[in-house]
């Protein structure tokens, strides 16, 4: 998932190709030269339609191949070297998503300011009303680092357009009855540029998506 981050992009793909056996961009019409420097290493690159991250996954699921994706921030906030730790349930067959998990892996972007404590006690409201309401035992229901399977990503129907898209992702795989898993990944902070993140712009957002997925 990339909108424009020039300055991290290269090294992210760079981490990620061995690891994977296609390198997709998706590119959330940047404004820099993201999407260059992407082609300029051979990764194929995709649009997305412009409306925000969520759009950006939708994008990723469908123009994805194989059995399973990954999706993985362009800032350097995730280590690719923990890519086969998310992927090896779904090889195993033991789980449809595994998700990276901040809070059993280590974040240095959850506390510090302000804005940081709503978005990790919002992030943690949001989680307990999960997992009660279909008895999971998750901790990060967050993080855009995680594994799907391509399948059942394409069986359930996301709709959110913003960074909802993560809550609502586990959400529409749980009420599928599809198994999601977590693994310990450490968030580094984003190495350049700004978040995309106003939160008190989108909190209204993510109420609505929980609220309307919990009682569906
Ligand atoms: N394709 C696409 N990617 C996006 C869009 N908005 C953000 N991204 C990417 O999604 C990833 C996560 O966005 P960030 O702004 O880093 O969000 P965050 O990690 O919660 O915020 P920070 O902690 O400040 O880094 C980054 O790699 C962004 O470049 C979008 O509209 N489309
Ligand atoms: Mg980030």
């Given at each position: 998932?990339?909108?424009?981050?020039?300055?991290?992009?290269?090294?992210?793909?760079?981490?990620v190709?061995p690891?994977a056996?296609?390198?997709l961009?998706v590119?959330?019409?940047?404004t820099?030269?993201?999407?260059?420097?992407?082609?300029?290493?051979?990764?194929?690159?995709?649009?997305d339609?412009?409306?925000?991250?969520?759009?950006?996954?939708?994008?990723?699921?469908?123009?994805?191949?194989?059995?399973?994706?990954?999706f993985i921030d362009?800032?350097c906030?995730?280590?690719?070297?923990?890519?086969?730790?998310?992927?090896?349930?779904?090889?195993?067959g033991?789980?449809?998503?595994?998700?990276?998990s901040?809070?059993?892996?280590?974040?240095d972007?959850?506390?510090?300011?302000?804005?940081?404590?709503?978005?990790?006690t919002?992030?943690?409201?949001i989680?307990?009303?999960?997992n009660?309401r279909?008895?999971a035992?998750?901790t990060d229901?967050?993080?855009?680092?995680?594994?799907v399977?391509?399948?059942?990503?394409?069986q359930?129907?996301?709709?959110?357009?913003?960074?909802?898209?993560?809550?609502?992702?586990?959400m529409?795989?749980l009420?599928y009855g599809?198994?999601?898993?977590?693994?310990?990944?450490h968030?580094?902070r984003?190495?350049e540029?700004n978040?995309?993140?106003?939160?008190?712009?989108?909190?209204?957002?993510?109420?609505?998506?929980?609220?309307r997925?919990l009682?569906r």
């Open positions: 998932m990339a909108r424009n981050e020039e300055g991290t992009i290269a090294d992210v793909i760079r981490a190709m690891h056996s296609e390198t961009v590119d959330g019409h940047s820099d030269r993201t999407r260059e420097i992407a082609e300029s290493l051979g990764v194929r690159v995709v649009l339609g412009g409306r925000g991250k969520g759009d950006g996954i939708r994008t990723a699921i469908a123009a994805a191949t194989g059995e399973v994706l990954v362009s800032d906030s995730h280590d690719p070297a923990d890519i086969p730790a998310l992927v090896a349930p779904l090889l195993a033991e789980a449809e998503m595994v998700v990276g901040r809070w059993t892996g280590g974040s972007e959850l506390g510090g300011d302000f804005g940081k404590f709503v978005r990790s919002g992030s943690a409201i989680t307990l009303a999960i009660y279909w008895g035992q998750l229901t967050q993080n855009g680092f995680r594994a399977s391509i399948p059942a990503a394409r359930v129907r996301l709709t959110e357009d913003i960074f909802t898209i993560e809550q609502e992702m586990i529409k795989f009420k599809f198994r999601v898993a977590e693994r310990p990944t968030e580094h984003r190495r540029g978040s995309q993140i106003v939160v008190w712009k989108v909190a209204h957002r993510y109420c609505w998506c929980l609220i997925n009682l």
